[in-house]
């Protein structure tokens, strides 16, 4: 896969004081990522430096970040898991570098729709516990692309039923009978 087929997918990584974590993010204007709150910072606990990585023009740090009010780590569900980070600099925008087409807000995704899912990670022989790892215990480094089926909300609980995360309304599953669903954990 060549990663300006993605020319949005930011690499969004925090460095801490018990190491960094790595999540995906969508450039969103030629200043602004979206990604999970559950990446960023809990301000109150410790300070993270956080930088967003671009493969076609390198890392910018992280200058403001805002994240939805109502997200909180401390709950049973990833509700309202969104955040905007805000970038140092703008980045120029070339073939290789756009921001996302995002949906209207009007958009419904029904049950069965192909859609497509990017990251830097799984397949069947590095999936530990939620996280993504090369056999050698550290991130992968080439971006990944899967086709996937939206799954009806009823059926993706189904599945999770009795587990973490709880599924909600908020939530946009897909995957198919073969892989274990992708679960789109940001609000619509």
Not at 113 to 127: A, H, L, P
Request: aromatic letters at 16%; proline letters at 5%; charged letters at 15%.
């Amino acid at each position: 896969m060549l990663f300006w087929h993605w020319p949005w997918h930011a690499l969004v990584v925090a460095y801490g004081p018990y190491g960094y974590k790595q999540c995906g993010g969508s450039l969103i204007t030629n200043q602004w990522v979206l990604t999970a709150a559950r990446c960023s910072p809990l301000p109150h606990i410790f300070k993270l430096k956080q930088q967003v990585i671009f493969y076609s023009v390198g890392r910018y740090n992280q200058s403001e970040t805002i994240c939805h009010p109502a997200f909180s780590f401390y709950c049973w569900t990833y509700e309202n898991d969104i955040c905007l980070l805000k970038l140092s600099a703008p980045v120029n925008f070339t073939d290789y570098i756009q921001p996302i087409c995002l949906a209207s807000e009007k958009s419904t995704f029904h049950n069965g729709t192909s859609s497509w899912v990017t990251g830097f990670g799984y397949d069947d022989s590095n999936w530990i516990i939620g996280l993504v790892y090369n056999s050698d215990g550290t991130f992968t480094k080439t971006l990944q692309e899967a086709k996937v089926p939206i799954v009806e909300n009823n059926e993706c609980k189904g599945i999770f039923q009795g587990s973490y995360p709880k599924i909600t309304e908020n939530m946009i599953c897909a995957g198919d009978n073969d892989s274990f669903p992708y679960c789109n954990r940001s609000a619509r």
